[in-house]
């Protein structure tokens, strides 16, 4: 499975939707304007330290939001006992590439399209493989936060390589966000 961090691209995009300058950047990150260079020219890897303080320079730039600010609700939920058939209509029909599974109302799995692609390459038997249930082939559960956790944790935790985060008030799940939801949030707020 394929992790997406964030990348040198998306620093180099929040920066500008941010609209400062490396040196401007450099100075709210505590690091120097030309580790900023060379981590927008990708001529060095930075630490995970170093990432989120740049990070978290360009959300306070921004202003403070937080996880209920950017979620998107309600949360597709695909339930433990559904088959990968029921999982792939959903995806198609909401647009999305990930679900939470629940039991319970409760996050206990999830399901992500880029899992069933690698899945069904490996299968001798598609029609079998749509008709498996949910918890067969379901992953690990997406990483929670509450409605009040600020933008620039999120965004460490999507650099981590976590697909989704999703949102829970008093252990209801209340939305979701995924990395393109925290940019176009920014992108938004700069309007």
Do not use: W
């Not at 109302?105 to 001798?124: P, T």
């Not at 933008?151 to 252990?171: K, N, Q, R, T």
């Amino acid at each position: 499975m394929s992790v997406k961090l964030i990348t040198v691209e998306d620093i180099r995009r929040l920066r500008k939707i941010a609209g400062l300058t490396q040196k401007e950047l450099s100075k709210k990150a505590g690091v120097s304007q030309s580790l900023i260079a060379r981590i927008e020219n990708n001529s060095v890897d930075p630490r995970l330290s170093t990432v989120k303080k740049i990070v978290q320079a360009i959300v306070i730039a921004q202003g403070e939001r937080t996880a209920k600010d950017v979620m998107n609700s309600p949360v597709i939920t695909i339930n433990v006992s559904d088959n990968v058939r029921r999982a792939i209509e959903l995806m198609k029909k909401h647009d999305i590439s990930q679900i939470p599974v629940i039991k319970d109302s409760k996050n206990i799995g999830s399901i992500q399209e880029s899992s069933l692609v690698d899945r069904i390459v490996r299968s001798s038997n598609p029609d079998r493989f749509f008709n498996t249930s949910i918890y067969e082939v379901m992953g690990e559960r997406f990483k929670t936060v509450d409605p009040i956790t600020n933008i620039s944790d999120i965004l460490i935790l999507l650099s981590l390589g976590e697909p989704a985060i999703l949102v829970l008030e008093h252990e209801k799940i209340i939305g979701i966000i995924t990395k393109i939801d925290v940019l176009s949030s920014i992108i938004h707020f700069e309007t």
